[in-house]
Structure formats: C-alpha cells, structure tokens
C-alpha cells in the first residue's frame, strides 16, 4: 500500500478527552473514530489488525476441536425468559421493540442462543462433545463508556460454547479452550496471566480471567514470579505435558495458588502468608467459564443418554475481547514514539520512507524495494508522501510498524539503506539486496 492512495489519518496531538494511552494512540494513528459514545468506527489501519487478531483466535479455537458458526446480533427476549436472565441481567442490556411490538434485544452475549439452537438440533448422546464458536460484534450499555475500545459499549467477541454428556467431559472441554487460551495470547505477543475469578452474570462454579500485564492496566493484580514464568514458557510449555488436560491442570492449579484479582486481595494475602507477591496492572482479554446445566437445565435441553435415559448436557462458555485485544496490545508495547507491534498482528510488516520525495535515484530505489518486498508476499506500507524526512519517520513511529526501510540520497550513493527494527530501535546499514533478503526470510 502507498500511503498517498491509503486512507491514513494521522494527528500530531491526542484528542483532549482521550484518557489512557491506547485510545490516545489508536486515535491519532487512524485505527477508529468515535461515532458516538462508546462506538467505534474501525478505520483502514484498524481494521487491518482487529483482522489480524480475529484470525489468530480462528485458527486456535479450530485447532482445539471447536466449529465456527455465526448467530445474530439481535435475540429474542423470550429465549432469556427461558433461563431467567431477561429481568436481571440489568440496565446494560440494550431492549427494544420491532414494528409488530415483539421484544428484542441487541446481545450481549449468547448462552440462551445457542442453547436453544443445540436444544432443537441435538437428541442423542452420540452428538455430544460438541464445542461451537462464533466471532460477533456484542453492545452493552455501559453507563460510563471510556478508554477508547477498552470500555466500549459495542465490541467484538468470540464466544464459544461446549456441551458434554457429563461434568468429566466438560471440565475436558474446559480445559482444551484453557489451553487454546495459552496458545491464542502468546501468539499476540502477549504475556496473559490466567487468574481465578468470579463467574457474575454469566453463573457457574468454575471460572478463569486471562490478564495481559500492563503499567496502564485497569485492574491491580497480585502474583508470584511464576505467574510470569509458567504463562511464558511457550511452545516447550505446551509440548512438555502428555495432554491437554495435563498442562491445563497445571497452569490452573499454579493461577489458583499464585494469581488473585484485587478483589480476592485479601483472601489471597491471607493464604499466602509465608510468600511475597508481587503487584502490578493487568487488563481481561479473555474470561473462560464451566457452569454445568445452569442453562440446558432452565432450557429444557435434554440428549438421550447411552442407557436410554435422558441426560442433561453440561455446558460452558468462553470469551475473547477481540476487539478489546487491540488495545491491550498498545497498553503493553508503545513507547513515548507510538505504537510497538508485535509481528504477528501487525497491520503491515516493513514500512519504507523515503527521506527525499524530490531525489529521483532515492524513488527510484524505494519503489524497486517496494515492487521486490510485495512481489515476496511480504505486507508493506510505503510513504511517498511529499512531506518531510521527519515527518514521515514520526508517522511510521506512531503506527508502530515492526520494521522500517529508510531510503536518502546519502545512501542510496553509497549503495546502502538503512534497516531499522521499531520495538528496539537498532539500526543497519545494508545494500538493498541484503535488506530484501532479510525481510523475507
């Protein structure tokens, strides 16, 4: 992409009411625009890497067993008044009424949905473990909308929902997402901590936050080094266990002993005595629950069991803010410049800048770079604005791509341009031909 022909508004200022740096940032960047409150228009750049996350989460819920569908944004509220919920899920849920006078609502999640759905479609033990997904943009009306996407009234989410014959399989199921979790979040780049919490509104017995790490978190968390440790082993975390179930145990029982929120402070300060936590911000990008027959139960969703008998599934459900991931990320990697993304979720990997839009031998070089990176697959955003050497190095800062090529008159005579990686700062000098070999090894 050419940034003369891209639809990149960038600021030079963040906006007065922006409040936490990674609404300051996606603002003056050009990922979203506010169309009201709480409610975000996703802009080119944006979008790009809500894209990038999205397919990242797909791929990890299919490579855990689950199936992607896609159900409505609007429900109806007889479904809720099937589990109970419709009077007091609270002021948050968006109600309305169409033209014949039936009550709606705008989703805020959906359990009672795909209960149903399963209820109609699903008669026999033989159909069961069954996990099913969607990607789904979700309202909540938030009575103080804030942080940018962090606290918005719409977002986008994936849910998923597993049904088991019994409470063994469905703490197998739980403890797969657990896994897939793991997996989806180190991915990202991120360090996410999964933490023991409350189940709310949603119900159930068994529940676990995954908190990203950040100076600017919304929430205080206490820990033991091994949090860290454990969460940050990696693809040997995930290799060194015979299964699933054996790593998800694991990493549950070390979140039970070394992870509260700051409301289980002083549950956690109490247990913990003899040990020293640490404490540090955290932001939920992720909330995984186990709640048994709370909803096939009220719904009436029944299978008929191996004997003949009719079974109750259990169920359970798992979310990931996938728009709320984007800005996670920024809270987690920016510096004083901008934005810091990690490769993976990046909306271009390699930006070039030329240093001089009237030195022709410097775009000349450039656009053969250009022509060579995108011809390699390689995703690549190119200035060639006519603006100044600086500005344009300010703007690729500020939207923070992982690699910059910076092509000047000086270079280009000596037959080198220079490589700089955003997230250390490290530059090279290099000769075209081995710049290209490096950004597409």
Known sequence: MRWSR???????????????????????????????????????????VLKKIEQIVREEQDRAGAQEMLMPTLQSAELWRESGRYDAYGPEMLRIRDRHEREMLYGPTNEEMITAIFRDEVKSYRDLPRTLYHIQWKFRDEVRPRFGVMRGREFLMKDAYSFDLDEAGARNSYNKMFVAYLRTFARMGLQAIPMRAATGPIGGDLSHEFIVLAPTGESEVYYEELAVSTVAG??????SFESVDHLAAYVAEQSNRYAATDEQRDLER??????VLRTAR?????HIFYFGDKYSGS??????????????????????????????IIEASHDDAGIIWPEPV????????????DDAPSVAAADSLYTQLVGAGVETLYDDRDERGG?????????????????????????TVELKRRSTGEREELSMESAVARLTE
């Not at 030079?12 to 609404?23: C, G, L, R, W, Y």
């Not at 109490?270 to 040990?275: G, M």
């Not at 719904?299 to 990931?320: A, C, I, Q």
């Open 6 to 48: 891209a639809f990149l508004p960038v600021l030079k200022e963040s906006p007065a009411d922006a409040q936490i740096v990674s609404h300051k940032l996606m603002l003056r960047a050009g990922l979203v625009r506010q169309t009201a409150a709480g409610i975000y228009a996703w802009l080119p750049l944006g979008f790009r």
């Open 234 to 239: 990696g693809e040997q975390l995930f290799t």
């Open 270 to 275: 109490e247990a913990t005595i003899q040990n």
């Open 282 to 286: 955290g932001i939920e990008v992720g």
């Open 299 to 328: 719904m009436g969703l029944k299978v008929s069991g191996r004997d003949g008998t009719p079974v109750t599934p259990m169920m359970g459900s798992y979310g990931v803010g996938v728009s709320r991931l984007v800005g996670a």
């Open 346 to 357: 990046a909306p271009w990997r390699v930006g070039i800048v030329t240093m001089r839009a």
């Open 391 to 415: 500005v344009k190095l300010g703007s690729m800062d500020l939207i923070g791509l992982p690699w910059q090529v910076i092509v000047g008159p000086r270079g280009i005579a000596n037959g």
